[in-house]
């Protein structure tokens, strides 16, 4: 499976970005697919995943700001990021997870099988 992440960029805080990722290859089996960011000096942290399915789960931080979708036809999950703040600013990855992990949020970097090359997006205030 190779995943493909996509859109980021710089914007101005307020602004809104979408990021996509892209999943080719073996993708019959999919449980899940996240999204992770790792800001400069900075541990990588969960933002946010959606289950094949159904059903969404972000981190706090993100709730109500950032939307996960995803278009089955084209492989595609996007990560909706509204209102974004200077505090956003990061390497974006998205991953994919084969099988259902230990948590049902889903949170941890190790459900994940599979991850992308990560895109960046840096927010200006």
């Known amino acids: 499976v190779q995943l493909q992440a996509s859109g980021g960029g710089l914007v101005q805080a307020g602004d809104s970005l979408r990021l996509s990722c892209a999943a080719s290859?073996?993708?019959?089996?999919?449980?899940?697919m996240g999204w992770f960011r790792q800001a400069p000096g900075k541990e990588r942290e969960f933002v946010g995943r959606?289950?094949?399915?159904?059903?969404?789960y972000y981190a706090d931080s993100v709730k109500g700001r950032f939307t996960i979708s995803r278009d089955n036809a084209k492989n595609t999950v996007y990560l909706q990021m509204n209102s974004l703040k200077p505090e956003d600013t990061a390497v974006y990855y998205c991953?994919?997870?084969?099988?259902?992990?230990?948590?049902?949020?889903?949170?941890?970097?190790?459900?994940?099988?599979?991850w992308g090359q990560g895109t960046l997006v840096t927010v200006s205030s």
């Open positions: 991953a994919l997870a084969s099988r259902s992990g230990p948590t049902a949020t889903m949170i941890r970097i190790y459900e994940y099988d599979f």
């Open positions: 959606i289950k094949w399915s159904g059903g969404t």
């Open positions: 290859g073996r993708t019959s089996s999919v449980y899940g």
